[in-house]
C-alpha cells in the first residue's frame, strides 16, 4: 500500500512538474513575441529596422511646392543618404524618424526647417560688366554662380536696371513651406 502513494506521489510530482515546463514555456514564447529592444538609441521597434541616426536610407520621394510638383525621384534611382549627417533639410530627416521599410508619408517642412526665410540681405546690386558678355540679363531669369564650396548655386534676376542688375542669392525655395510624400525602400 505503502508502494502504491509512493508511486501516485510520485507521478503527481511528475504533472505538477510537467505543467510548470509547460507555463514557463509558454512565458518564453510570449517574451519573444514582445517588441525587441534595438542599440539604436535603445528605441523601441517590431523588429523592422526604422530610420534612426546613422543609418544609410533609400527612398523615393515627390516634392510640391505651392501645389506644382518642384522635384521627384520618381523614374530615377532612390534618393540615398545617411539619416542625422546634415545631407539633408533638418525638417526633412526629422520627419522620417522611426519610419520603416514600405512605410508611404505625406508631411510639410516649414521654412524654418527647410532653406530658411528669405534674407533680405541677400537681395545684390551687381554690376552688369562682371557678366559674362554673352549674357543678356532679363528679370526673372535663372543664372548660375558657384558657391563657397565650388557646387554651382542659382540665383535670380530680380530687376535690370542701367548699370547694374538687383539678384536674388537666396535658395530658390527660401521662404516656402515644402510638402513631400515619400516611401522607404531601404534601410542599412
Known amino acids: 500500500m505503502k508502494h502504491a502513494k509512493l508511486v501516485t506521489l510520485i ?17 518564453q514564447s510570449k517574451e519573444k513575441a514582445l517588441p525587441q529592444v534595438t542599440d539604436d538609441k535603445t528605441q523601441v521597434t517590431d523588429g523592422k529596422t526604422q530610420v534612426t541616426d546613422g543609418k544609410t536610407v533609400k527612398l523615393h ?13 520618381k523614374g530615377r534611382d532612390p534618393l ?13 530627416e526629422k520627419a522620417l524618424q522611426g519610419m520603416k521599410v514600405g512605410d508611404k508619408k ?24 562682371q557678366l559674362p558678355p554673352e549674357i543678356k540679363p532679363e528679370a526673372g531669369m535663372t543664372l ?10 542659382p540665383v535670380q534676376v530680380m530687376e535690370v536696371k542701367e548699370d547694374v542688375i538687383v539678384m536674388n542669392f537666396n535658395h530658390p525655395l527660401a ?11 531601404e534601410i542599412m
Open 11 to 27: 507521478f503527481f510530482l511528475f504533472v505538477f512538474a510537467a505543467s510548470i515546463t509547460a507555463v514557463a514555456g509558454e512565458e
Open 61 to 73: 520621394y515627390t516634392l510640391t511646392v505651392e501645389g506644382k510638383v518642384v522635384d521627384s525621384s
Open 80 to 92: 540615398s543618404f545617411k539619416s542625422g549627417s546634415g545631407q539633408l533639410i533638418p525638417g526633412f
Open 106 to 129: 505625406t508631411f510639410q517642412v516649414s521654412p524654418e526647417d527647410g532653406y530658411g526665410a528669405v534674407n533680405p540681405e541677400a537681395f545684390r546690386e551687381v554690376p552688369k560688366d
Open 144 to 153: 548660375y554662380t558657384k558657391g563657397m564650396n565650388g557646387q554651382p548655386m
Open 175 to 185: 521662404g516656402k513651406t515644402l510638402s513631400f510624400d515619400v516611401e522607404i525602400m
